[in-house]
Nanobody
Framework: VQLVESGGGLVQAGGSLRLSCAASGFTFDDYAIGWFRQAPGKEREGVSCISSSDGSTYYADSVKGRFTISSDNAKNTVYLQMNSLKPEDTAVYYC?????????????????????WGQGTQVTVSS
């Protein structure tokens, strides 16, 4: 099983980034795939996820209206479009997957119900 993230980097406040998570080694449609993030000194928190089976989504309150999650089931890839970035969005972003595709798992701090994790990608937003 692999979850490979890409797309992190350094951006100024107000800018945009798009993260990608390419999944392999499991049946993509059986999972809810999304993102957690962890800033220095803080717990890992759920950001967003999408159910690959029915397309239902979850967003943390802190990112609603700014981030958009989508999936390309043909490519087994999930995308997180992040707009209007703020310095407080600075963190390591981890791709995650859970089956059955229960999107509420992403609302639990630290993600104890997650089955698989990616290696993480750094997002830094400068003020």
């Amino acid at each position: 099983v692999q979850l490979v993230e890409s797309g992190g980097g350094l951006v100024q406040a107000g800018g945009s980034l798009r993260l990608s998570c390419a999944a392999s080694g499991f049946t993509f449609d059986d999972y809810a795939i999304g993102w957690f993030r962890q800033a220095p000194g803080k717990e890992r928190e759920g950001v967003s996820c999408i159910s690959s089976s029915d397309g239902s989504t979850y967003y943390a309150d802190s990112v609603k209206g700014r981030f958009t999650i989508s999936s390309d089931n043909a490519k087994n890839t999930v995308y997180l479009q992040m707009n209007s970035l703020k310095p407080e969005d600075t963190a390591v972003y981890y791709c995650a997957a859970v089956s059955p595709p229960l999107i509420h798992v992403y609302a639990v701090v630290a993600g104890p119900g997650i089955d698989y994790w990616g290696q993480g990608t750094q997002v830094t937003v400068s003020s």
